[in-house]
C-alpha cells in the first residue's frame, strides 16, 4: 500500500510537471499562430516522438523525456540581408562562422513559397515579445492559480487550541541536551496528564477566559498567577472542566536553523497543539508568492556556486545540501514521500503537492526570463534590443536596421545548452543516489 502511494505520488508531479510544460508552450503557440507566425511543431518532452498528429500546418506530439517541451516557429533567425532573404552569404569564416550559416540556412529551407510574409523574424518588436514572453507568463498564471488555491481553498496549516500531543512527563535539562523523547520517562507525570487532558481535546477556555486559538492559549498559560488553574474542554461534544497544577520546567531554545541553542525555565503544563487548516485572505498570495520569488531569485543568483557543491556530491563524496538544488526526480521523490505519509491528513497532503508544483512554476517563470539564448528571455532581449535600433535610428533619420541577428548568438546559445544538460544530469545522478527526502 505504501509502496502504490509513493507511486502515485510520483505519477501525480508527473502529470503536474507535464501540464505546466504543456501549457509554457501553448503561451508561446496562441499568440504566434494569432499573429499569423507559421508554427510547424508543438512538442511536449524531448527525445524520440511516443505520438503526434498533425493538424493543419502543425504537428502536435508528446516525446519520451518529459524534461521540456518546445514550439517550431518558421524564420525565428534571420537572413544575413533581411532585404534579399535567398542569400545566405556567410559573413564570417571558421568553424563558429559556419555553425551560424549552417543554422540559418537551416531556418530558411522551413520557410516554403508563400511564407514570406509568415516568419518569426519580420513581426513588430511588441508582438515578439508577446511570443516569446508567453510561456513564461504562461507559468506565472499556473503558479498563481495553483497558490489561490492552496491558500484560500485548503488554507494553511495553523497551530489551534485543539491538543495534539501531551507529554507524558516534565522533561529534565539532560534530556532536553540529548534530544531524548518523553518515552517510557521515570520523572513525575507533567500537569496535563494528571489533569486528565487527551490528544484530541478541544480547550474553549483557560481560568474562566475564552480562548479559540494556540497563542492565546499559550500566552493565558504564560501570564497565569497562579500554579492552580483550571480549563474547559470539548471532548467529542461533551464539555469537561479539568485542573492542572503548573509547574517550572527546563524548555528548550532554538535557532532559526532548528539548531537547541539554550536551556530556559518556564511555566509548563505539558501539551502542544495539533494544527488546523485555515483559509487565507487574498493578500496571501501575493505574499506567498513574492517570498518565494525572492528565494528562487537567490537561488539562481547563486545556481554556479550551488552547482559546484552539488558537483562536490557527486564527484567527492561530500554530504548532500538539504538546502541545495532539487532536480525533477527530487521533485517526484519528495512528491511520492508526502502522499505516502502515514497518519497525514488527505487535505494536507494536497497541499503540499499544489506548493510544490506551485513554486515549481513561478520558478520556471523565472528562470525563462534568464536574458541569454536559448531560454525565452534570450529572444525578449534580442527583440528589446531590436526596439532601442529601430527608435535611436529612426530618431536621426537612419534606414531601418532591420531585426537583430540572433545567430550570432548561436555559440553562446550551444554552450548554455550543454551546461544545463550537464546540470541537469548531475541532478538526476545526485536525486537518484544522494537524495534529499522530505521532511530532511
Not at 22 to 32: C, F, I, M, R, T
Not at 317 to 333: E, H, I, K, S
Request: overall charge positive.
Amino acid at each position: 500500500m505504501n509502496s502504490a502511494l509513493n507511486i502515485l505520488g510520483w505519477l501525480i508531479m508527473l502529470i503536474g510537471i507535464s501540464l505546466s510544460i504543456a501549457l509554457h508552450e501553448v503561451g508561446h503557440l496562441v499568440p504566434a499562430k494569432k499573429f499569423g507566425v507559421k508554427v510547424t511543431q508543438y512538442m511536449v518532452g524531448f527525445g524520440p516522438t511516443i505520438a503526434s498528429r498533425m493538424r493543419g500546418e502543425t504537428e502536435y506530439g508528446i516525446k519520451a523525456i518529459p524534461l521540456g517541451g518546445y514550439i517550431r516557429m518558421i524564420g525565428m533567425l534571420p537572413p544575413t540581408d533581411p532585404n534579399q532573404p535567398e542569400q545566405l552569404r556567410s559573413m564570417t569564416t571558421g568553424r563558429i562562422g559556419s555553425l551560424v550559416e549552417d543554422a540559418r540556412r537551416s531556418a530558411a529551407e522551413e520557410i516554403e513559397p508563400g511564407d514570406g510574409d509568415r516568419v518569426f523574424y519580420k513581426l513588430p518588436v511588441h508582438r515578439k515579445l508577446v511570443v516569446m514572453l508567453g510561456g513564461p507568463t504562461m507559468n506565472l498564471i499556473i503558479s498563481a492559480i495553483l497558490f489561490t488555491i492552496a491558500l484560500m481553498v485548503i488554507g494553511t496549516p495553523v497551530p489551534s487550541n485543539v491538543v495534539g500531543y501531551v507529554a507524558p512527563c516534565i522533561p529534565t535539562e539532560k534530556s532536553l541536551r540529548a534530544e531524548e523523547p518523553l518515552t517510557n520517562c521515570k520523572s513525575t507525570p507533567s500537569p496535563a496528564v494528571a489533569s486528565g487532558l487527551k490528544v484530541g481535546d478541544r480547550i474553549v477556555s483557560f481560568n474562566g477566559v475564552a480562548t479559540t486559538n494556540w497563542a492565546s492559549l499559550r500566552d493565558q498559560i504564560r501570564a497565569s498567577k497562579s500554579n492552580d488553574v483550571t480549563f474547559v474542554v470539548d471532548r467529542t461534544g461533551k464539555s469537561l472542566t479539568l485542573n492542572a497544577t503548573l509547574v517550572k520546567a527546563p524548555r528548550p531554545q532554538f535557532n532559526d536553523k532548528g539548531e537547541l541553542i539554550g536551556i530556559t525555565q518556564s511555566t509548563y503544563l505539558g501539551l502542544s497543539p495539533a494544527e488546523e487548516l485555515v483559509r487565507q485572505g487574498f493578500i496571501a498570495v501575493p505574499t506567498q508568492m513574492w517570498d518565494i520569488t525572492k528565494q528562487a531569485t537567490h537561488a539562481i543568483i547563486t545556481l554556479p556556486v550551488k552547482m559546484v557543491q552539488l558537483g562536490k556530491t557527486v564527484f567527492g563524496g561530500a554530504p548532500r545540501d538539504p538546502n541545495g538544488l532539487v532536480g525533477v526526480v527530487g521533485v517526484g521523490r519528495i512528491s511520492g514521500e508526502v502522499v505516502a505519509a502515514q497518519g497525514v491528513d488527505v487535505q494536507l497532503k494536497i497541499l503540499q503537492i499544489l506548493g510544490l508544483l506551485a513554486g515549481l512554476n513561478l520558478f520556471l517563470f523565472l528562470f525563462n526570463l534568464i536574458p541569454l539564448l536559448p531560454l525565452d528571455g534570450g529572444y525578449a532581449i534580442g527583440a528589446i534590443w531590436e526596439g532601442i535600433k529601430r527608435s535611436w535610428a529612426q530618431m536621426r533619420g537612419k534606414p531601418d536596421p532591420g531585426p537583430v541577428d540572433v545567430a550570432k548568438a548561436l555559440p553562446l546559445a550551444y554552450g548554455i545548452s550543454l551546461i544545463l544538460i550537464v546540470m541537469g544530469a548531475l541532478l538526476v545522478w545526485a536525486d537518484l543516489f544522494k537524495p534529499i527526502t522530505f521532511g530532511q
